[in-house]
């Protein structure tokens, strides 16, 4: 075996079997658990959805009576008399019949809110593609540096040898300073990588949540499609971005009844009750029947408005859909790119090898040069880095896939954790609680999500 093949085994392939026996190690499934739990962009999400829900509450409760208690007093200096009076007050109003304007409103908010669960899923995925591309990023730095370092020690002991055939006269002393030279260049290729290194960690830091002591090596790939029409077909029916876009569709139709309803008129009662002084108590109950017969042309305005927010609406779930499609040929594509590439790489790093071993043998007998030997040294690291970039490329490509299918979640790639629930915010708020156990039931959610 040669010097340059046992340098690479100890600096990379060694280092890969040695890495699963430290208990200290961060496999990736530990990576991604870490990233949902640790990402404030799903916080952050999650309370845009939280305000969604919100407004199917304050829907709900636009068709509850509104009661307000008013107390006030006043002082009276005229000629005649003089004296100070107040009056306690409590009003009741509330919406008897509005011609739908209500429904119409609920129905719009609540695939508003359904729109918003499934941009978090798209913003879930964006968090997990993240961490993926981290981890495997970092990975191929770290192998990169151990090619590196193994390429330096191979050179430094060239240029030994180099020494010591110069000193019996085998070689010049231009030889000697081809192997320096290139000695200088493959530090300065270390340093850079090892530079490359230091910013894969911080990638990681910022998309885990934290530095890794040490990484396993990559699991077994994921599951995605047979092949391209298949991982089409998954993503025009589950892929988050669609399913966003149809909700906003449902909800612009919505609007369109709202807008309707507005244009006709609204039913309200109310009541009072006065406790004045000086025996000026009062109870009055009313109904009022509201319709707008001109209103500058602003309904119908409002009404066309909609019309054209729903053909938005229509207009942009057919090009996210289009998009979607063409995202996942893109990344069906990446990987048979990458699959290629691994497989031409193993060739090269077979042909290279062959080359440094022949070059180095015929060195031997004098028919080739140091700068020979060099020169077959770095066309095999180079097939060995080569490799280790499709390979990562090949295994980022398999999650994008999954993130383009609308795959790439915490339950469908099995991480066994608990997941927020964008359910349980909305159970305890769309009736608009105030109040009384649902307000209690609230309360516990609210701790629950560490809120």
């Known amino acids: 075996m040669s010097k340059l093949s046992k340098f690479l085994r100890i600096g990379v392939l060694g280092a890969a079997l040695a890495l699963p026996q430290l208990a200290s190690a961060e496999s990736l499934a530990d990576a991604l658990i870490a990233a949902y739990r640790n990402s404030n962009i799903l916080d952050q999400n999650r309370a845009v959805l939280r305000a969604a829900d919100e407004d199917v509450a304050q829907a709900v409760a636009s068709l509850r009576p509104v009661l307000i208690f008013q107390a006030g007093s006043s002082y009276t200096h005229t000629p005649m008399t003089e004296g100070l009076t107040g009056s306690i007050q409590l009003l009741a109003e509330m919406t008897l019949f509005d011609f739908g304007r209500t429904a119409a409103a609920i129905t719009a908010r609540k695939e508003t809110v359904l729109a918003t669960r499934a941009s978090l899923v798209n913003y879930e995925q964006d968090v997990l593609l993240d961490a993926v591309t981290a981890y495997v990023t970092l990975q191929q730095r770290q192998d990169a540096v151990a090619l590196r370092q193994a390429n330096v020690r191979l050179i430094t ?135 707008t017969i001109y209103g500058g042309g602003k309904p119908s305005s409002l009404y066309r408005q909609s019309l054209a927010s729903r053909d938005q609406s229509r207009a942009a779930l057919n090009q996210t859909t289009a998009m979607v499609l063409q995202f996942v040929g893109i990344a069906w594509s990446s990987i048979e790119v990458a699959k290629a590439s691994i497989s031409a790489s193993d060739r090269q790093i077979s042909s290279a090898q062959t080359a440094y071993d022949g070059v180095k043998e015929e060195a031997k007998l004098g028919s080739r040069t140091t700068l020979d030997v060099l020169n077959a040294e770095q066309e095999l690291l180079a097939a060995r880095n080569s490799r280790l970039s499709a390979q990562a490329s090949y295994y980022i490509g398999i999650y994008t896939l999954l993130a383009r299918m609308g795959l790439l979640t915490v339950d469908h790639l099995k991480l066994g954790i608990p997941t927020y629930d964008p359910e349980a915010y909305y159970n305890a708020v769309k009736s608009a609680p105030a109040t009384s156990s649902q307000g209690k039931r609230l309360d516990r959610v609210l701790k629950a999500i560490g809120n």
Request: charged fraction near 20%; hydrophobic fraction near 40%; proline fraction near 4%.
């Open 157 to 291: 002991q060239e240029l030994r040898a180099s020494k010591d055939r110069f000193e019996v006269g085998e070689i010049t002393r231009t030889d000697v300073a081809i192997a320096n030279s290139r000695l200088a260049s493959s530090q300065a290729e270390l340093a850079a990588a090892m530079g490359d290194l230091a910013v894969a960690r911080e990638t990681y830091k910022l998309k885990i949540g934290h530095y890794p002591k040490s990484l396993q090596r990559l699991p077994k790939m994921p599951r995605t499609a047979a092949n391209l029409a298949e991982a089409q077909g998954v993503a025009r029916g589950t892929h988050p971005s669609i399913r966003q876009l149809q909700h906003q569709v449902s909800a612009s139709e919505a609007g369109i009844a709202l807008a309707k309803a507005n244009m006709g008129p609204s039913l309200t009662g109310n009541i009072a009750a006065t406790d004045g002084s000086k025996k000026s108590d009062s109870f009055s109950a009313s109904v009022t029947l509201r319709q």
